[in-house]
């Protein structure tokens, strides 16, 4: 629906107040711009969600917050059309279930903004090709190529070598102050700023906002079913909407030592001590540290208390997760909602910086 009709999406974007930093010296009381990608991959965790999902969602309290699904970045790697969609559709319902409140933050797909392609293409302009040479992801792949003795480029398409063009686009498009991301992607960051700063030193004004990343606190790594981080690739992760069943037996089967009931135990290095901890309130994390100190408490009876409130946590997400995924155009819906709000903000960058470049 077009709530604007007759209007350009450049004016849409005046009507909806969309800030143009220019102008920010005369409204300091504009909140900041917070924006991050969410890669449509694989089932979301609770090291996802007691790390990257609960940090972005208490971030929107303060600031204007725009979170989005990168799939033109996961297509790069993801080919098969029945699991791309039903992968956007989880981490959709994952992140609604999980709180995000689709009111305050602008959520919506990658693909839904042409805009973002096109500051893509315009970004290529002032993107070296050595800046790609030298990106962690396309070297990682050509090394691996290498090793294997086979074609450095094999196996790498071009999504991959410009990934962090695409993402950058993703990024500048929204005048983004604060990228909350993982350590992994700060390089990707400084790409985005060394782009932006090539585009402000070519036209000699501030076209693009310089963006800087917010990195997740690493004191909140999440343990994993094996005591390593919870990650994907260590395949030791809980899934945040697993039935009770299972998330009962993922928490029986972790690996202890072989202390006897009797002996005193420490929380402090016991995964499943830091696992309650981010579920339990603060009384009971005291509780279960005196338990483990005092001997008399067996590994299967801090799994039990550990099961209990990770249970008491997720359950609830579990139910709404569960309901959202069974309505498709429910999901499909709350996300063309944020791309109508998101994309009058989008066409404001690309005109600033077509003027600017004489493209107008
Ligand atoms: N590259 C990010 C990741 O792998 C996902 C992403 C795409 C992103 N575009 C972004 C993150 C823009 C922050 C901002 O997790």
Redesign the pocket.
């Known amino acids: 629906m077009n709530l604007y009709p007759g209007c350009s999406l450049v004016a849409k974007a005046l009507a909806l107040g969309a800030r143009d930093r220019r102008f920010k010296s005369a409204h300091p009381e504009m909140k900041k711009i917070v924006?991050?990608?969410i890669?449509p991959t694989g089932t979301l965790h609770i090291g996802n969600y007691f790390g990257a999902i609960t940090q972005a969602i208490s971030l929107a309290q303060d600031y204007d917050a725009r979170y989005f699904i990168?799939d033109y970045?996961a297509l790069n790697i993801m080919k098969d059309p029945k699991v791309l969609s039903a992968a956007i559709r989880g981490v959709a319902a994952g992140w609604l279930a999980a709180g995000l409140d689709p009111e305050k933050i602008i959520f919506y797909r990658q693909s839904s903004i042409p805009e973002t392609f096109e500051l893509t293409t315009m970004l290529m302009a002032f993107t070296a090709k050595g800046l790609m040479n030298r990106a962690h992801a396309y070297k990682a792949s050509v090394q691996e190529n290498i090793e294997k003795n086979v074609d450095p480029d094999a196996g790498v398409n071009m999504g991959l070598f410009t990934y962090p063009v695409l993402?950058a686009a993703?990024?500048l498009l929204f005048d983004s102050d604060l990228?909350p991301?993982g350590k992994d992607?700060a390089q990707?960051i400084e790409m985005a700023q060394d782009i932006a700063q090539a585009v402000n030193f070519c036209y000699q004004q501030e076209v693009l906002h310089i963006p800087q990343p917010f990195f997740r606190d690493d004191a909140a790594v999440v343990p994993g079913l094996d005591g390593r981080k919870m990650s994907k690739s260590y395949n030791n992760t809980i899934p945040i909407f697993a039935p009770e069943q299972d998330l009962r037996k993922l928490i029986m089967r972790m690996p202890t030592n072989s202390q006897t009931v009797d002996e005193p135990k420490d929380p402090d290095s016991s995964s499943i001590y830091q696992l309650y901890r981010l579920c339990a309130t603060a009384g009971e994390q005291q509780t279960l540290a005196t338990r483990y100190r005092a001997g008399g408490m067996g590994w299967g009876a801090a799994k039990e208390e550990l099961f209990m409130a990770l249970n008491r946590t997720l359950s609830p997400l579990r139910n709404t997760f569960n309901d959202l995924i069974k309505d498709p155009e429910y999901l499909d819906r709350i996300l063309s909602d944020g791309a109508e709000r998101a994309r009058p903000i989008a066409a404001a960058t690309v005109a600033r910086f077509r003027k600017a470049a004489g493209i107008d």
């Open positions: 924006l991050t990608g890669k990168a970045h993402m993703d990024i990228v991301v992607q990707h």
